[in-house]
Structure formats: C-alpha cells, structure tokens
C-alpha cells in the first residue's frame, strides 16, 4: 500500500513536501516515482528515484525545482517542490515499480506496479 500525503493549497512561488508512506511490499526492491495529473489532462511523470536513492530522473518541466529522495528505513519517499508555479496544479501520486532492467527508472506510468491513492497540489498565482 502507498499513502501519499502533503498536497493543499499555496501560492506560487511558494513550496511543498509531498511524501509516500509505503507498506506491505520490501521497500527497498521497488523504484519509486511521482506522477501528476491535472484537469483535462493526460498523467504525466514527474520525477523517479532508483532503489538505493543513488539515481534521480526528473520531467524537464520540474527540473531545477523539484527532488525526489527516499529514507529505505522509514519506507517513505518524498517530493520536495520549490518555487511553485500554477501549472503545477495537480494531483500528485506515488507509485511503485520492481524495476525489470538495471539502472533504468521507468518514466512510463503502466510500467509501475503499485499505486497510491494521489494528493492534491494547487498553486494559485
């Protein structure tokens, strides 16, 4: 199970932690992503970390403003938003993939295995 928490309401330029809380599945065996969605608009990815947190893949349109990292001993994986902007406006969501290939973190949202259930972010202007 994941459990995504941390969304609400700010205004833009402002900042937000998101975080994963993972359960029931070894943690440490999965990558871990973020995937966004927002009104009228297709998921999209948003940012991934490898098991060990040694690796980061980030959407462009994030990069430079966003961090994904994860605590293996808390089961938890965060996202680290700063310098928000509207279009940032979405639901945010975890999700978990036993990765097939080594070194590749999957970008591809029907590649994950596990999914939460999604937090909303909204950033008015």
């Known amino acids: 199970q994941l459990q995504a928490s941390g969304g609400g309401l700010v205004q833009a330029g402002d900042s937000l932690r998101l975080s994963c809380a993972v359960s029931?599945?070894?943690?440490?065996?999965?990558?871990m992503a973020w995937f966004r969605q927002a009104p009228g608009k297709e998921r999209e990815f948003v940012a991934g970390?490898?098991?060990?947190?040694?690796?980061?893949v980030y959407a462009d349109s994030v990069k430079g403003r966003f961090t994904i990292s994860r605590d293996n001993a808390k089961n938890t994986v965060y996202l680290q938003m700063n310098s928000l902007k509207p279009e940032d406006t979405a639901v945010y969501s975890c999700a978990a993939d036993r990765p097939r290939m080594p070194n590749r973190i999957e970008v591809v949202a029907i590649l994950y295995d596990y999914w939460g259930q999604g937090t909303l972010v909204t950033v008015s202007s």
């Open positions: 970390v490898s098991r060990t947190g040694g690796s980061t």
């Open positions: 029931k599945v070894t943690f440490s065996m999965y990558d």
